[in-house]
């Protein structure tokens, strides 16, 4: 009674933790099952969750902006968190979007084909190999792929040599495959400084690190390939039309360079009205081609201009210890949760006895 009553006056008012903590002593041989039970099933449990690793690569883009005025006003605005980097520039993909891109069935699909490696040797072979033969899953996720399985059959991930998977139209079990490869990679992009990161995820700690360099190479060759596809097709129509115009040219002279031998020393006006028709047709070739040859320099140096230059922050590394899960302070957590639930419990039932 004695207890229940300082309970009482623990709760009359204001709290007393004195009280409070007096009456959980008084209770302590209740806490000894729930707190047992609570770190025995979860330490099962976290056993049965595999352990796995993170890289970290980090970008930084370059822009060609419009004007030094602009960027100053950039810079003013970044300071309170806006971005203006991309206002002149006509890009329809800004580092903004990368992490859609990366998230796109068109960037994930080439991945399976990816060729990687684990720490200790035992596997060696494409990305979805490795997924399907060297991931391991709880038990319970298991059993529960294995009942919908049978249900209805996903069928298998076709991997041999040569087979390319359609992203237009994926099977179920290559879909299923995909949505595992996106939830193994992440981009997120820092909205001040444009900053990009590309984390990945792994069972293990080489595979980690080869798939975020590829997935890192992957995505610069793809913004290189957009920010300069205009560029390389402007260039090669100005190719081939310098092709074209030399070859003009070099008639031109052949046909000039002959009627001049077997004219040569003619008097008549007629032959010299037509050498110097041709030497003028000649004269027009060349500087066709000269002009030609002046715009093929200028769209190569704006193909150079063009392709966008990736400064590498952080480069891929295999990381030496593991990520996750973390095992002890998950334990940790859930006991200091049995605990609270259980005092709550004791406090409650004391009060209703009352």
């Given at each position: 009674?004695?207890?229940?009553?300082?309970?009482?006056?623990?709760?009359?008012?204001?709290?007393?933790?004195?009280?409070?903590?007096?009456?959980?002593?008084?209770?302590?041989?209740?806490?000894?099952?729930?707190?047992?039970?609570?770190?025995?099933?979860?330490?099962?449990?976290?056993?049965?969750?595999?352990?796995?690793?993170?890289?970290?690569?980090?970008?930084?883009?370059?822009?060609?902006?419009?004007?030094?005025?602009?960027?100053?006003?950039g810079n003013v605005a970044s300071m309170f968190g806006v971005n203006l980097g991309n206002m002149s520039s006509n890009d329809a993909i800004a580092p903004m979007f990368y992490p859609d891109l990366m998230n796109s069935t068109d960037f994930l699909v080439p991945l399976m084909g990816v060729k990687v490696q684990t720490?200790?040797?035992?596997?060696?072979?494409?990305?979805?190999?490795?997924?399907?033969?060297?991931?391991?899953?709880?038990?319970?996720?298991?059993?529960?792929?294995?009942?919908?399985?049978?249900?209805?059959?996903?069928?298998?991930?076709?991997?041999?040599?040569?087979?390319?998977?359609?992203?237009?139209?994926?099977?179920?079990?290559?879909?299923?495959?995909?949505?595992?490869?996106?939830?193994?990679?992440?981009?997120?992009?820092?909205?001040?400084?444009?900053?990009?990161?590309?984390?990945?995820?792994?069972?293990?700690?080489?595979?980690?690190?080869?798939?975020?360099?590829?997935?890192?190479?992957?995505?610069?060759?793809?913004?290189?390939?957009?920010?300069?596809?205009?560029?390389?097709?402007?260039?090669?129509h100005v190719e081939a039309l310098c092709k074209e115009a030399h070859l003009k040219y070099l008639e031109s002279c052949h046909k000039y360079s002959a009627f001049a031998d077997t004219h040569y020393g003619a008097v008549m006006e007629s032959y010299r009205n037509q050498q110097e028709q041709l030497e003028n047709e000649m004269q027009m070739a060349y500087t066709a081609y000269n002009t030609l040859t002046q715009q093929k320099v200028m769209a190569q140096a704006k193909l150079q201009e063009r392709t966008p230059v990736f400064t590498t922050l952080q480069n891929a590394s295999v990381p030496v210890k593991h990520t996750g899960p973390k095992r002890m302070i998950t334990v940790a957590a859930l006991v200091l949760l049995a605990f609270i639930i259980t005092t709550l419990y004791q406090l409650y039932s004391l009060k209703s006895e009352d």
């Amino acid at each position: 009674m004695e207890t229940k009553s300082k309970l009482n006056e623990a709760f009359s008012g204001r709290i007393r933790l004195d009280l409070i903590f007096r009456t959980i002593v008084s209770c302590r041989k209740k806490y000894i099952l729930p707190l047992l039970l609570t770190a025995v099933l979860s330490s099962a449990v976290m056993l049965c969750i595999p352990r796995y690793y993170q890289v970290q690569v980090m970008l930084a883009p370059e822009y060609s902006n419009g004007t030094s005025s602009m960027a100053g006003l950039g810079n003013v605005a970044s300071m309170f968190g806006v971005n203006l980097g991309n206002m002149s520039s006509n890009d329809a993909i800004a580092p903004m979007f990368y992490p859609d891109l990366m998230n796109s069935t068109d960037f994930l699909v080439p991945l399976m084909g990816v060729k990687v490696q684990t720490l200790d040797g035992s596997f060696k072979g494409k990305y979805a190999d490795y997924l399907m033969k060297k991931q391991e899953v709880p038990f319970w996720l298991l059993a529960v792929a294995k009942i919908k399985n049978l249900i209805k059959p996903i069928g298998k991930v076709n991997t041999a040599d040569g087979y390319q998977p359609d992203p237009f139209k994926l099977t179920e079990a290559e879909d299923k495959l995909v949505q595992g490869i996106a939830g193994n990679i992440s981009c997120t992009v820092d909205k001040k400084t444009d900053i990009i990161s590309i984390t990945t995820t792994a069972q293990d700690p080489l595979v980690a690190a080869l798939l975020a360099d590829t997935v890192k190479q992957r995505l610069q060759d793809f913004i290189t390939a957009y920010r300069t596809q205009k560029a390389r097709i402007d260039l090669q129509h100005v190719e081939a039309l310098c092709k074209e115009a030399h070859l003009k040219y070099l008639e031109s002279c052949h046909k000039y360079s002959a009627f001049a031998d077997t004219h040569y020393g003619a008097v008549m006006e007629s032959y010299r009205n037509q050498q110097e028709q041709l030497e003028n047709e000649m004269q027009m070739a060349y500087t066709a081609y000269n002009t030609l040859t002046q715009q093929k320099v200028m769209a190569q140096a704006k193909l150079q201009e063009r392709t966008p230059v990736f400064t590498t922050l952080q480069n891929a590394s295999v990381p030496v210890k593991h990520t996750g899960p973390k095992r002890m302070i998950t334990v940790a957590a859930l006991v200091l949760l049995a605990f609270i639930i259980t005092t709550l419990y004791q406090l409650y039932s004391l009060k209703s006895e009352d």
